[in-house]
């Protein structure tokens, strides 16, 4: 089993929709997680951090359960630059300076 | 631009060669990693350095793989023997304290490596 998981998508929608993204983890002990964006042959990037009483930045909303071990992502009003794939991230217990990716979720905005 | 650089971008060679790539990180960062990125798939964790000593390696890493920074400022991985499957994007970051203290890793552009 991989030690994250995401659906890989893609999730094809319309400008102003609103879309959501799921990740699961493995390891119980795990301590931090993030959503990264990574546009199309570029570098990943930090979008935000996902505290256990969630957070918002903006149009993005990210949750955690860590009874579940899953880790959400939320777009509002999704707009065509939002086109990417996110990647899921986490640190584990032991491993606090080795972030582990999920294989990603591309998302495709379209007018 | 101060930004993480990777060089070369490309790196075509033929198997059983020898590659190395060169990693400049942001240069007041003193953490700097290695991933390893193949289409579809997410950023795969190599190896990591705090200053000049190497902290930890992934299993995934065979012995035809070594990485140095021998200065605690620029690194390189080599790749010695290569196959077919080492094909991939080659991925640097560095950043400035513990990284799963706020997550930011920042990735330089990558190293695409092609193994005919």
């Known amino acids: 089993r991989k030690e994250v998981e995401q659906d890989p998508g893609p999730f094809n929608v319309p400008e102003g929709a609103t879309v959501a993204f799921n990740c699961t983890y493995s390891n119980s002990a795990s301590q931090s997680f993030f959503w990264y964006r990574q546009d199309c042959r570029k570098e990943p990037k930090l979008l935000m951090s996902?505290?256990?009483s969630g957070n918002e930045d903006g149009r993005f909303t990210a949750q955690l359960n860590r009874a579940s071990q899953y880790i959400s992502l939320l777009i509002r009003d999704s707009k065509l630059s939002d086109s990417a794939t996110y990647l899921c991230?986490?640190?584990?217990?032991?491993?606090?300076?080795?972030?582990?990716f999920g294989a990603g979720t591309r998302l495709a905005v379209h007018p | 631009d101060t930004g993480v650089s990777q060089d070369p971008r490309h790196k075509i060679t033929k198997r059983g060669q020898n590659v190395t790539f060169r990693c400049d990180p942001i240069?007041?960062?003193?953490?700097l990693y290695w991933y390893r990125q193949t289409l579809g798939q997410g950023p795969e964790f190599l190896t990591y350095f705090q200053n000049e000593a190497q902290l930890e390696k992934s299993r995934l890493l065979s012995d035809r793989f070594s990485a140095e920074r021998p200065k605690g400022s620029f690194s390189t991985l080599e790749i010695q023997r290569t196959e077919q499957g080492d094909s991939a994007m080659y991925l640097c970051?560095?950043?400035?304290?513990?990284?799963?203290?706020?997550?930011?890793?920042?990735f330089g552009e990558g190293s695409r490596l092609t193994v005919l």
């Open positions: 970051a560095s950043s400035p304290g513990v990284a799963g203290e706020n997550g930011e890793l920042f």
């Open positions: 991230v986490v640190t584990f217990s032991g491993g606090y300076n080795k972030l582990i």
């Open positions: 996902v505290y256990s």
């Open positions: 240069s007041e960062h003193n953490r």
